[in-house]
């Protein structure tokens, strides 16, 4: 393995599309964020910059992202879907950057506690009303992200996030990047969603699935659960 290769290993590995049907979104918003997009102004072009640079270089033409950039995405859907301005988050998170030395402030526990704080220091700054009710009350900015904040795991090496549960930690499916590049697993021996997935499509039984994998049924009914959530 080169060295290259080598730092790659336990950050995870997701294509955009892929990242935008886990965290619940289209493509095309999600490379908004990371590539930054032009628009048409008055007096002529004008340009909205990528939220932040993501863990891995493109491949090609195609960008991947890593596990810490998934979170990162989640985040800022998160805040967008509560009428957040793009201006806005990206200098709370220019912001969080700075004060907490790290490219993704948004993946530190630290930001659930203190992240309303970080959002009142720039109120005044961007200007954006829908700022008001997150620095109103840290119950206010809590309802925004409480959600899926149940959803993580934070690590203890920089109490960052390293483990996602995208239906919650009653279910046996989960997202780690030392484990299977990232990928929707089943605890059951860390077995892909994808794959258990398929097998129940091609042979209509949950329980020949189960013992073919070794899994218990409920993991695999947890995966196909999932997996049909992922293409509705």
Same mark, same amino acid.
């Given at each position: /393995?080169?060295?290259?290769?080598?730092? &790659?290993?336990?950050?995870? /590995?997701?294509?955009?599309?892929?990242?935008?049907?886990? $965290?619940?979104?289209?493509?095309?918003?999600?490379?908004?964020?990371?590539?930054?997009?032009?628009?048409?102004?008055?007096?002529?072009?004008?340009?909205? %910059?990528?939220? =932040?640079? @993501?863990?891995?270089?493109?491949?090609?033409?195609?960008?991947?992202?890593?596990? #810490?950039?998934?979170? !990162?995405?989640?985040?800022?859907?998160?805040?967008?879907?509560?009428?957040?301005?793009?201006?806005?988050?990206?200098?709370?998170?220019?912001?969080?950057?700075?004060? &907490? *030395?790290?490219? *993704?402030? =948004?993946?530190?526990?630290?930001?659930?506690?203190?992240?309303?704080?970080?959002?009142?220091?720039?109120?005044?700054?961007?200007?954006?009303?829908?700022?008001?009710?997150?620095?109103?009350?840290?119950?206010? =900015?809590? !309802?925004?992200?409480? %959600?899926?904040? $149940?959803?993580?795991?934070?690590?203890? $090496?920089?109490?960052?996030?390293?483990?996602? &549960?995208?239906?919650?930690?009653?279910?046996?499916?989960?997202?780690? @990047?030392?484990?299977?590049?990232?990928?929707?697993?089943?605890?059951?021996? #860390?077995?892909?969603?994808?794959?258990?997935?398929?097998?129940?499509?091609?042979?209509?039984?949950?329980?020949?699935?189960?013992? &073919?994998?070794?899994?218990?049924?409920?993991?695999?009914?947890?995966?196909?659960? =999932?997996?049909?959530?992922?293409?509705?």
């Amino acid at each position: /393995m080169t060295p290259e290769k080598q730092e &790659w290993v336990g950050v995870g /590995m997701y294509t955009l599309p892929e990242a935008a049907r886990l $965290i619940g979104t289209n493509t095309l918003r999600v490379r908004r964020w990371l590539e930054g997009y032009r628009f048409p102004t008055k007096s002529g072009t004008g340009e909205s %910059p990528p939220l =932040f640079s @993501p863990q891995l270089p493109a491949l090609g033409e195609h960008q991947a992202i890593g596990f #810490s950039d998934l979170v !990162e995405l989640l985040f800022i859907k998160a805040f967008r879907d509560h009428g957040v301005s793009l201006p806005a988050i990206r200098r709370a998170a220019k912001d969080a950057a700075k004060r &907490w *030395h790290t490219d *993704h402030p =948004f993946c530190l526990k630290r930001f659930a506690t203190d992240g309303r704080t970080i959002f009142s220091f720039i109120e005044d700054e961007v200007g954006d009303r829908s700022l008001l009710d997150l620095v109103r009350s840290q119950l206010a =900015f809590h !309802e925004v992200l409480q %959600p899926f904040l $149940i959803q993580l795991d934070y690590g203890k $090496i920089g109490h960052s996030i390293d483990r996602w &549960w995208p239906l919650g930690k009653n279910k046996p499916v989960f997202l780690d @990047p030392r484990i299977a590049f990232g990928r929707p697993v089943v605890l059951d021996k #860390s077995m892909p969603t994808e794959a258990l997935y398929r097998a129940v499509l091609a042979n209509q039984s949950e329980r020949e699935v189960a013992r &073919w994998f070794e899994v218990s049924v409920s993991a695999v009914r947890a995966a196909v659960f =999932f997996e049909e959530g992922l293409a509705a």
